[in-house]
């Protein structure tokens, strides 16, 4: 028996749950787990809300569902809705993970809370939520885990211990469609440049993308590589293979700082017509000029797909690692219209398509 302040702990207050506990897969390198998760990413997030988050109040032996997030804005979207469908069957927790929380910290809210369901929101919360876990490891079941709003999912999901989740990256192939929507030029070609680590993504992405007649133009850039060698991955891009778009994955490798950014995508994007297609809204700066075009998911029903995940994760057992990772099912276009009526140009009922105009 484990004699850690987390088992300790955990003994005295976590009560059982119908949940068995499943050996831990590998660790991906850390250079996933940092990767971008929502605007301003995992690392990014205020430490307090700008209003006070109050939970309903708590109904007697009702389940728990425990929410740990970070308290910005569009984490606090998802909850809104979430909460809104769950309170009826089931009392409500949240935990604000600020950028100083610590696993300790983490697991003994989660012993305090003993909650039947987590919903862990963003990379940052995902990491410690994998740490408890495997301080947890062979000291009795671990509640099933909902991930929302953390990149890569399907990559990152065998490495948490019974756990399911809806992805935050839309396919792109949707945000390849619905910029030909709106563009006067032809969208044929995508290209899009990936680490090692994102092979295996990035073929699913060829895949489907193929069924749009749609070739996605791929360069695979070394495990350790510097704004340099981006930026020559990018040139090959537009100048040899003549892409029609770039594409941006959300990987912190690609993105690290503004001024990479400036460096790389920047330096090449400068001077070409070509749009950059981004997965995060915040990358889209009229002000700024950068990405042309986001699809990302509908915060509002994220909260409440989140809401029927848990509830079908409740008729089966809590056997959330049985349930497939899900599609964001609505989703929202961001576009910077001014930019990209100054480089393919715009259709003329190209607003029917967008839902939110940066300028």
Not at 24 to 33: E, F, Q, T, V, Y
Not at 59 to 68: K, M, Q, S, T
Not at 221 to 244: C, I, N, Y
Not at 290 to 305: F, K, N, R
Request: aromatic letters at 6%.
């Amino acid at each position: 028996m484990k004699t850690s302040w987390l088992a300790a702990t955990r003994a005295r207050a976590l009560l059982p749950l119908a949940v068995g506990l499943l050996p831990l897969a590998r660790l991906l390198p850390l250079a996933l787990l940092g990767c971008v998760a929502t605007g301003g990413g995992a690392d990014n997030v205020p430490t307090a809300a700008a209003q006070p988050i109050i939970d309903p109040a708590p109904r007697p032996g009702a389940p728990v569902v425990l929410i740990a997030m970070p308290a910005s804005g569009e984490f606090l979207d998802v909850r809104r809705t979430l909460v809104a469908e769950i309170r009826k069957n089931f009392n409500v927790s949240t935990y604000v993970v600020a950028p100083s929380t610590t696993s300790k910290e983490f697991g003994l809210e989660l012993a305090k809370v003993a909650p039947t369901v987590v919903v862990a929101m963003n990379n940052g919360t995902v990491n410690l939520l994998r740490e408890v876990q495997h301080a947890w490891a062979g000291s009795g079941p671990v509640p099933p885990t909902v991930v929302v709003m953390s990149s890569f999912l399907e990559e990152l999901r065998p490495t948490l211990t019974n756990a399911t989740g809806i992805a935050y990256e839309v396919p792109g192939v949707t945000a390849f469609i619905n910029l030909r929507s709106i563009s006067r030029a032809p969208l044929k070609r995508v290209g899009v440049v990936y680490r090692p680590l994102f092979r295996a993504f990035i073929e699913r992405q060829e895949r489907l993308a193929a069924r749009e007649q749609i070739e996605l133009v791929k360069m695979e850039l070394p495990k350790d590589f510097g704004a340099d060698q981006l930026r020559a991955a990018l040139q090959s891009l537009l100048f040899d293979k003549h892409v029609d778009a770039l594409w941006m994955l959300n990987d912190n490798g690609l993105i690290r700082s503004r001024e990479f950014l400036d460096q790389s995508w920047r330096a090449v994007l400068r001077d070409t017509r070509v749009p950059l297609i981004v997965g995060v809204p915040n990358l889209i700066d009229a002000q700024s000029p950068l990405g042309s075009i986001a699809v990302v998911p509908d915060y509002d029903a994220l909260g409440l797909q989140t809401a029927n995940l848990i509830f079908d994760l409740s008729s089966e057992g809590w056997q959330a690692q049985a349930h497939d990772v899900e599609l964001p099912l609505s989703v929202k276009t961001v576009v910077d219209v001014k930019q990209v009526n100054g480089t393919v140009g715009l259709k003329d009922d190209a607003l029917r398509h967008i839902d939110k105009v940066v300028e």
